[in-house]
């Protein structure tokens, strides 16, 4: 019990010394499915972002909720997803003051909103709706520069480790060689400004 106690504790005064801000964050996202024969897609991505600081450790925790427009190139055409996700940034930088370099890493899940647009035929893009899973997770790496604790730009790659489709509800030898276990992963470029 007291080990329990002395945990709350230790927790609380953590918590007391972090120093908090509400944002809003938004950028540039260039996706592929990797592992299908797809080209890049340029799209965006936009939400509101918490950024809490642990004083003397160097590390932010930055959870956001992002809208994201996640696609890929098929030929001249370009089909898209839309996806509610949730990053969780972890940051660790030194506070030069004025500026604040920082590594990241950056787990997140995500739910696809909607219907797939574009770059099919209707007939492969209905089958291809009932084919891609919902439910997206993940993890990006990279780095970025915050200047004077206002605003953030940062760059990261990220991979998503499930597959887009399920194979148990593909149909069609076209779009299993098109797709196959292909997935969402890209570079993101994003600006947050907080308050």
Known sequence: MKRIAALIAAVLLAAAGLHAQVGIIGGYTSSDMKKAKTGNASMYHVGVAYKAKVPLVGITLQPSLQYSVKGAKTGDDTFKANYLELPVDVQWGMDLIL??????VSPFVGYRLGRIKGGLPDELRANLNDAVNRLEY???LGGGLEVMDFVQLSVQYYWNFGHLMNDDKVVGNIL????????????????????
Do not use: D, H, I, T
């Open 138 to 140: 993940g993890l990006g």
């Open 176 to 195: 299993q060689e098109l797709v196959g276990k292909g997935n969402f992963s890209g570079v993101k470029v994003s600006a947050a400004l907080f308050f």
């Open 99 to 104: 500026l604040r370099p920082y590594l990241m």
